[in-house]
């Protein structure tokens, strides 16, 4: 039961076995005080908001080997300030496709290679529209680790995952990578608990500190710091309903703002 809570709530080191899975269908609300271009286009005096479907997936393929896949669909405004008018936009955002790996070490540590890919066409995106993304296919090389303990009437949890971000240069049909993007470093920390009464999961609690660094710095490659809580409460042993906020406090060629996000997930 640990292990299915972990593997839930954190994702992070705790692989699924092979026939298990974990998925997840959310909606979301993103609201920023401003727009920042992330293919720097001209968004003076615009304010940015969208709501966002997504599924999230991991699948167990073999021991200690596992599939995890993030599909986007995003509608998404820009405001102006002075007059009102939204200039909008939806389609397929970042899809997210990638294989962890857990190795074969006593403390719970995996590493996982993932691809982030385009799944819209921008190339011909007129100004003021806001953007799906800045259009560039990223590759990245990430390690976690994490500990659990025994707390009380359940188990408190801790994950550090880190690693390196390739931005290749590449894109999808459609678009074009205006800059040479900077390579990134990714990170993520999270600590969260899980109580059980009876013997039964009531769900966890979690809190969450992620971000994308750059080691130079220029005017047009995106990083930013967030923060983030959720909570789960579950239905059954196998089913959650999720909610969750985040809010980007510092970033840079990035929009500050706030998400809400609510879901439900399945696993087994």
Not at 19 to 38: C, I, L, M
Not at 51 to 64: D, F, I, K, T
Not at 176 to 195: E, H, K, M, S
Not at 259 to 266: A, N, R, V, W
């Amino acid at each position: 039961m640990l292990l299915c809570l972990l593997a839930t709530a954190a994702a992070g080191p705790w692989v699924k076995d092979a026939g298990q899975h974990y998925v997840k269908v959310s909606g979301n609300r993103f609201v920023a005080g401003e727009y920042v271009d992330p293919q720097v286009q001209d968004a003076e005096g615009l304010a940015y908001s969208s709501w966002s479907a997504v599924l999230y997936a991991e699948v167990g393929l073999a021991p200690g080997l596992m599939l995890h896949a993030n599909l986007p669909y995003l509608w998404a405004a820009n405001e102006d300030l002075e007059s009102g008018w939204q200039y909008r936009q939806r389609g397929g955002g970042d899809a997210l496709l990638g294989v962890d790996w857990q190795l074969p070490v006593e403390i719970p540590v995996s590493l996982f290679v993932q691809a982030r890919v385009p799944l819209y066409a921008d190339g011909d995106r007129p100004a003021l529209y806001p953007a799906m993304g800045d259009s560039n296919v990223d590759l990245d090389l990430q390690a976690n680790v994490g500990h659990s303990a025994k707390v009380g009437p359940g188990y408190l949890w801790g994950v550090a995952e880190g690693g390196f971000r390739y931005r290749s240069g590449w894109t999808t049909p459609g678009n074009t990578v205006p800059f040479d993007y900077q390579n990134g470093l990714p990170y993520r920390g999270q600590v969260g608990y899980a109580p059980i009464f009876r013997d039964k999961p009531l769900g966890w609690v979690q809190l969450e500190l992620s971000g994308l660094v750059n080691p130079g710095s220029d005017a047009v490659t995106r990083q930013w710091h967030q923060v983030g809580a959720g909570v789960a409460v579950s239905v059954d042993s196998h089913t959650h309903v999720e909610l969750g906020v985040q809010r980007i406090y510092a970033a840079r060629s990035a929009s500050l703002g706030d998400m809400l996000s609510l879901g439900i997930s399945h696993q087994r």
